[in-house]
């Protein structure tokens, strides 16, 4: 424990000294905080090993930091942008809405809901993401034509980047889904039956509105997961963020300075996403002490 | 025996949890109109001889009929068939519950939480739902609390949003399962005034209770329940002041 947050105590001066206290003379003894020499000298290490990495990056010409400006705004770093922040749009809503249905199997009386669901989320989370990828990637050697089209026809890239990211996401949005139906108290549940709602409307007005407010903090640390997670996508050359600053330095040559513009971009957006988390923790606390 | 019809018939319901029998065989008749207090040791089925009354707890045999209803389960010769979900909610519409812990909805308002039946399960317009809301919130003296949430009312408000939150569905019979028993004792009278105006304006009530006095005060029927049966039933100024059960007699001697 730091000792800064020792206190000291409040003692008047005009007070007696206590009863069973060792003699003071007229004040009372003061009190005074110990100084953590040993924090403070480490503080001092680490500040000077910041100092000399900031030196080194900003006096590293190799970091071409007027190249990062000059691409950051550039239509192919643009596109590649958008593209992924549409993929991890589509990728959160459908993965938390087939997460919603795995929880909600997983909770089932049905053992064979309940098998199936736990079955999908052991084999998905078991799996690496780049691994799933591939497979969906390559699946037209298992099935040439699906649904009377050719496979690589019907599964573009794209369409197999929001088809792997999405089945991945379930898996582990459907045990986020789950705990956060377990929090809520099984009173609301029978409250709801005796009140004549059904099974959906319980879950959509009682019980999920509830849950929301154990899902949001892991979702969002998911959401911002998935933001990053969507690089990978750029192994099956998906114009994502990662894979068009690519093209630009397969071409170019300066890695580094395109991969800090793709950097600079992650760090901007999941720091929005932060602050956007934390007004959605705010509406779901709605109805709980101390909220509005 | 009340000339009145049966608002519940209860014949012969068994129910166990595992191997604890819990109801042992219980029968019971309430007439419409009257109020029937519940009265009896802890564990010995009280609760879930009320849940089995609009069908969150199952049988496993036994019929529970209300207005000449069977409650739950259809019957086709010497069996019963569980019903399906709908038609169970579509009963339990007309059978309203007070739980202990009032379990209202906290993260709607007062008056979201007495609108979302009738709206949902009654086909209600909001409207004309939110207007019985706040009559029937003016009635249980909460009127100037719609617009709160639960967690800001102290725990009586929040019994009385729960009693006409069941209200609002207009049931034909109310359940109470200790209504009082998680309330300061400060703020049990009000909600006990509650219940005695509904039971002043004929609805039949079924009240699991501790408070010996109010039992004295409505009840038609006082029931007293020990170890999964109804030892003895009758009204309140014999089973109380004059019980005939030993058992009886030993569970008064100890909560009055
Ligand atoms: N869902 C359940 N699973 C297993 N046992 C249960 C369940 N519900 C109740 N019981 C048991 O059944 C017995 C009767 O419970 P019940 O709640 O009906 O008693 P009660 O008369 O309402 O008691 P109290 O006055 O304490 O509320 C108790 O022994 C209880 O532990
Ligand atoms: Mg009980």
Redo the contacts with the bound molecule.
């Keep these: 424990m730091p000792s800064g947050t020792l206190r000291t105590p409040a003692v008047p001066s005009s007070a007696p000294p206590p009863a069973d206290g060792p003699p003071t003379g007229a004040a009372p003894p003061r009190v005074v905080a110990r100084r953590p020499l040993g924090q403070w000298a480490a503080a001092a290490v680490v500040l000077v090993l910041l100092g000399l990495v900031l030196r080194s990056v900003a006096g590293n010409d190799a970091f071409r930091w007027d190249l990062v400006a000059a691409y950051f705004l550039t239509t192919p770093v643009l596109n590649g942008l958008l593209l992924t922040l549409g993929l991890t749009a589509a990728v959160l809503v459908l993965g938390f809405a087939l997460g919603t249905l795995l929880a909600t199997m997983r909770l089932a009386a049905n053992p064979v809901l309940r098998g199936v669901s736990a079955g999908y989320i052991w084999l998905f989370r078991s799996v690496p993401i780049l691994v799933q990828l591939l497979f969906w990637f390559n699946i037209g050697a298992l099935y040439p034509t699906l649904l009377g089209v050719r496979t690589v026809h019907l599964l573009a890239p794209p369409v197999i980047a929001v088809l792997g990211l999405t089945l991945h996401e379930a898996a582990y949005a459907a045990e986020v889904v789950r705990a956060g139906i377990l929090s809520v108290d099984r009173g609301q549940t029978e409250a709801a039956q005796s009140l004549g709602l059904g099974r959906w409307r319980r879950l959509r007005r009682i019980v999920l509105p509830q849950a929301m407010r154990s899902i949001v903090p892991p979702a969002g640390n998911m959401l911002i997961g998935t933001l990053k997670g969507t690089s990978v996508v750029s192994m099956i050359a998906v114009n994502d963020l990662l894979y068009s600053v690519q093209l630009i330095y397969h071409r170019t040559y300066q890695v580094i300075p395109m991969l800090m513009v793709a950097t600079v971009w992650y760090v901007i957006i999941t720091s929005l996403l932060s602050v956007g988390q934390h007004y959605v923790e705010r509406r779901y606390a709605r109805g709980t002490a101390g909220a509005r | 025996m009340s000339p009145q019809p049966a608002m519940v018939e209860v014949r012969a319901v068994h129910k166990s949890?595992?191997p604890?029998d819990?109801l042992k065989g219980v029968d019971l008749r309430v007439a419409a109109g009257e109020v029937t207090v519940v009265i009896?040791?802890?564990?010995?089925?009280?609760?879930?001889?009320l849940r089995t009354l609009n069908h969150l707890e199952k049988v496993d045999s036994g019929t529970v009929a209300v207005d000449g209803t069977l409650i739950g389960y259809r019957r086709s010769g010497d069996r019963l068939y569980e019903l399906r979900e709908r038609e169970i909610l579509r009963q339990r519409t007309r059978i309203g519950f007070v739980f202990q812990d009032f379990h209202l909805f906290p993260h709607l308002t007062v008056v979201e939480n007495l609108t979302e039946a009738p709206v949902s399960a009654l086909g209600r317009s909001r409207k004309a739902a939110t207007a019985t809301a706040l009559a029937l919130l003016d009635r249980v003296g909460l009127a100037d609390k719609a617009d709160a949430y639960p967690r800001q009312l102290s725990g009586g408000q929040q019994q009385r949003v729960a009693i006409a939150r069941a209200l609002a569905l207009e049931p034909k019979l109310l359940l109470f399962d200790?209504p009082t028993s998680a309330l300061d004792p400060e703020l049990v009278g009000e909600v006990l005034d509650v219940i005695k105006d509904l039971a002043r304006r004929g609805t039949t009530m079924i009240v699991?209770t501790h408070e010996i006095g109010f039992a004295r005060e409505v009840a038609d029927t006082v029931v007293f329940?020990a170890d999964g049966r109804i030892v003895e039933q009758g009204p309140p100024g014999q089973l109380l002041d004059a019980p005939r059960e030993a058992r009886t007699r030993a569970f008064l001697a100890k909560v009055l």
Excluded: I, N, R, Y
């Design positions: 949890f595992g604890l819990v009896g040791p802890s564990g010995s089925g009280k609760s879930t001889l200790e699991v329940m």
